[in-house]
């Protein structure tokens, strides 16, 4: 068994829905449900004994000891994290306290349980930490990709607050001998995301006929990961990563946002053509540019693939045609996450505080 925090988030649930479609080995899924936190994502697990979905937060000692004692899990997957730039710009204490109290909280426990454990468990187990190359900073146009030897140099509120995560992960490992792996990755894209990051955005913005905005000039760089292979990944290192280390994923697909833009409107041209026969293009709108936007990140996956013979199966193209076809074949999950139903329900089955 396993242990996934953060999982009705979109990496999250792609992972234990991945998960799941390959083994038969049990998930307990511990989610807090924020906005970005869907249980729809995962109604096919519905009744589904193998996927046990426990409302709760990671900082929850109490909570999260019992869990542990209880299911004894192998190993932790931990996706749980505040992810947002633009929010962590506007609110950045939910970033303090998810994802570097959260974080602290959660190893404290995972430390107690492991203690715990026989020789044979304790050398067996693993806590797999997912965070992303925002960490790094940023990239000049003629730099080399991030590998897992660069400096930490967070720019936003979001990447310092998963810096000082990671560090925390890498200091139980070298003071506590716990068994820890990270992982950092580029921007996933795919099934589940929730409209308020680019890819999605786009999409459910073209689709309603609203503006499709886009920061600055719009060519800031980021490399693009299709979410299936970031999860291929983790459960690569998952099972064959050395504790301690540091993998790098990404998807080796370095694009401008103003270019993702416009091949979503080209794809939905294609897919799903206006009424009135004009291109979606015509929707870009160019917006003042986020407060310290990053100009670039890219990551070199080289030493997953050396170590791990791991690499991305999509390429872009097959990727984000992929994703279109979902959000188009998906109306009606895209229209629960954009309304107040979901608030609704999430308040009558756990409280107005979930």
């Known amino acids: 068994m396993i242990l996934v925090t953060g999982a009705a988030g979109f990496i999250g649930a792609n992972f234990v829905l991945d998960w799941l479609a390959q083994s038969d080995e049990p998930v307990i899924n511990l989610d807090k449900l924020t906005y970005a936190g869907n249980l729809q994502s995962l109604a096919s697990l519905q009744g589904d004994a193998r996927h046990i979905f426990v409302h709760?937060?990671?900082?929850?000692?109490?909570?999260?000891?019992?869990?542990?004692?209880?299911?004894?899990?192998?190993?932790?997957?931990?996706?749980?994290?505040?992810?947002?730039?633009?929010?962590?710009?506007?609110?950045?204490?939910?970033?303090?306290?998810?994802?570097?109290?959260?974080?602290?909280?959660?190893?404290?426990?995972?430390?107690?349980?492991?203690g715990g454990l026989d020789e044979a468990a304790k050398a067996s187990f693993r806590f797999l930490?997912?965070?992303?190359?925002?960490?790094?900073?940023?990239?000049?146009?003629?730099?080399?990709?991030?590998?897992?030897?660069?400096?930490?140099?967070?720019?936003?509120?979001?990447?310092?607050?998963?810096?000082?995560?990671?560090?925390?992960?890498?200091?139980?490992?070298?003071?506590?001998?716990?068994?820890?792996?990270?992982?950092?990755?580029?921007?996933?894209y795919g099934p589940y995301h929730f409209p308020e990051k680019l890819i999605p955005l786009m999409i459910v913005n073209a689709l309603a006929g609203k503006p499709l905005p886009v920061y600055g000039d719009g060519m800031q760089i980021r490399d693009w990961l299709f979410v299936k292979d970031h999860c291929s990944a983790i459960r690569r290192v998952l099972e064959a990563g050395t504790p301690g280390e540091t993998y790098n994923v990404g998807g080796w697909n370095e694009k401008p946002n103003i270019e993702i833009v416009k091949t979503?409107?080209?794809?939905?041209?294609?897919?799903?053509?206006?009424?009135?026969?004009?291109?979606?293009?015509?929707?870009?709108?160019?917006?003042?540019?986020?407060?310290?936007?990053?100009?670039?990140?890219?990551?070199?996956?080289?030493?997953?693939?050396?170590?791990?013979?791991?690499?991305p199966a999509e390429t872009f193209e097959t990727g984000i045609r992929k994703t279109v076809r979902w959000y188009l074949d998906n109306q009606a999950w895209v229209q629960q996450v954009q309304s107040g139903e979901y608030r609704q329900w999430i308040d009558k089955q756990y409280g107005a505080k979930a």
């Not at 990709?145 to 890498?170: I, Q």
């Not at 001998?177 to 990270?182: D, N, R, S």
């Not at 015509?282 to 996956?301: F, K, L, N």
Request: contains cysteine; hydrophobic residues 30%; charged residues 25%.
């Open 56 to 114: 709760g937060d990671i900082g929850d000692r109490t909570l999260v000891d019992r869990l542990l004692a209880e299911h004894k899990p192998r190993a932790i997957v931990n996706f749980a994290a505040e992810s947002h730039v633009d929010r962590s710009i506007h609110g950045p204490e939910d970033f303090i306290q998810t994802n570097v109290v959260g974080t602290f909280h959660l190893l404290e426990s995972v430390r107690a349980y492991w």
């Open 264 to 311: 979503v409107c080209v794809l939905l041209d294609e897919m799903s053509p206006r009424a009135d026969g004009k291109g979606y293009a015509e929707q870009i709108t160019y917006v003042t540019d986020r407060p310290g936007h990053d100009r670039r990140y890219a990551i070199d996956a080289t030493k997953i693939h050396r170590e791990l013979g791991w690499k």
């Open 129 to 188: 930490h997912v965070s992303t190359d925002e960490v790094y900073g940023t990239l000049k146009p003629t730099d080399p990709p991030f590998t897992e030897e660069n400096t930490y140099e967070p720019n936003s509120p979001y990447s310092a607050s998963k810096a000082a995560s990671d560090h925390l992960v890498r200091a139980y490992h070298h003071t506590y001998g716990l068994p820890v792996l990270t992982t950092n990755c580029s921007n996933n």
